[in-house]
T-cell receptor, first 118, second 110 residues
Framework: DAGVIQSPRHEVTEMGQEVTLRCKPI?????LFWYRQTMMRGLELLIY????????DSGMPEDRFSAKMPNASFSTLKIQPSEPRDSAVYFC????????????????FGPGTRLLVL | GDSVTQMEGPVTLSEEAFLTINCTYT??????LFWYVQYPGEGLQLLLK?????DKGSNKGFEATYRKETTSFHLEKGSVQVSDSAVYFC?????????FGTGTRLQVFP
């Protein structure tokens, strides 16, 4: 199993540019999570999907952030326009969990995308 | 709201030393508790978990016991190795979310 795949692994961009982070969950997993990790705030859940449907997006910091999951094997996290304070490592995770049990299952994390906004 | 507090690092140990990383939690219900480990340049991996009071989670020589009376889930290992050097995160499951502590960096020297 290839595990959760994220791309790109590193992204450097200038303030105001659009950034798109991509995630391919483990095949057969029903739930997908996007996290952000910073020194100041630690690891924060941004949004999670179950069966491609967004369940909880209360962690999305503001309207500049959006996430989609058009099918079971692909999700994107978009920041438009990006700001220096968005610099962080963004993790995608997936779990086998069915609806209502998503977070009870073990979450498998991708390697992360390190984003730097200048 | 629910929260997790863990000791600040870095924790620096010599190989074969005993490890304790403290973790306490605040929760209104009876959460499941987790330890995740993050090796350099990688994502988080589940290390162990416990789902109810007095449960002991264990894996790779690490152990943690769910203590409801002290609201704690301290991570221990009897003899650490250089390969255990990583960042360790305590977490709890709050209904539909995982809430993580800030992480504790462990550095083990030969």
């Amino acid at each position: 199993d290839a595990g959760v795949i994220q791309s790109p692994r590193h992204e450097v961009t200038e303030m105001g540019q659009e950034v798109t982070l991509r995630c391919k969950p483990i095949s057969g997993h029903n739930s997908l999570f996007w996290y952000r990790q910073t020194m100041m705030r630690g690891l924060e859940l941004l949004i999670y999907f179950n069966n491609n449907v967004p369940i909880d997006d209360s962690g999305m910091p503001e309207d500049r952030f959006s996430a989609k999951m058009p099918n079971a094997s692909f999700s994107t996290l978009k920041i438009q326009p990006s700001e220096p304070r968005d610099s962080a490592v963004y993790f995608c995770a997936s779990s086998p969990g069915a609806s209502g049990r998503a977070v009870q299952e073990t979450q498998y994390f991708g390697p992360g995308t390190r984003l730097l906004v200048l | 709201g629910d929260s997790v507090t863990q000791m600040e690092g870095p924790v620096t140990l010599s190989e074969e030393a005993f490890l304790t990383i403290n973790c306490t939690y605040t929760a209104t219900g009876y959460p499941s508790l987790f330890w995740y480990v993050q090796y350099p340049g990688e994502g988080l991996q589940l290390l162990l978990k416990a789902t109810k009071a007095d449960d002991k989670g264990s894996n790779k020589g690490f152990e943690a016991t769910y203590r409801k009376e002290t609201t704690s889930f301290h991570l221990e290992k009897g003899s650490v190795q250089v390969s255990d050097s990583a960042v360790y995160f305590c977490a709890l499951r709050d209904t539909d979310k995982l809430i993580f502590g800030t992480g504790t960096r462990l550095q083990v020297f030969p």
